[in-house]
């Protein structure tokens, strides 16, 4: 009985690894899990919850897969972001855009230059933090 455990714990390990994996990139792919308030970053922090629930990360081994450096990046970009949203800098940005577009310049490309920059400049962090609404409902 007890070789029958070995053999098949790696191979479960191994569904439940790629099973794990799929879900967290379908909800990655969609931006949000069909029907629940499930969004990225929770996807992320359940996936790897789940990945060290069904062993296939051993709990000592999960603070290694942590780069640390690349939360302190995620983290001061999302500072930056929010502050330049709560003094306008987004909004400043529209009309600067707007007021500077000529006649023979068609307002859809305007809009493409702001949202252009706001995906540059912000990427999901922006639109995470409003700045993709706001950019897009004036």
């Not at 992320?44 to 990046?73: E, K, N, W, Y």
């Not at 707007?98 to 809009?111: N, Q, T, V």
Request: aromatic share 12%; net charge positive; with cysteine.
């Amino acid at each position: 009985m007890s070789e029958m455990r070995s053999v098949l714990l790696p191979h479960t390990n191994l569904i439940a690894a790629y099973g794990i994996f799929m879900a967290s990139y379908f909800v990655f792919a969609l931006g949000k899990f069909p029907g629940l308030k499930i969004d990225r970053p929770g996807a992320a922090v359940i996936g790897a919850v789940a990945m060290v629930a069904f062993r296939v990360v051993q709990p000592q081994q999960a603070l290694h897969f942590i780069d640390f450096s690349t939360l302190v990046l995620l983290f001061s970009m999302m500072l930056i972001v929010g502050n330049l949203h709560l003094v306008g800098f987004f909004e400043w940005y529209v009309e600067f855009v707007l007021r500077r577009l000529k006649p023979s310049h068609s307002a859809r490309s305007g809009m493409g230059l702001v949202v252009d920059f706001q995906h540059l400049f912000c990427g999901e962090l922006g639109a995470g933090l409003g700045g993709g609404r706001a950019l897009v409902a004036e």
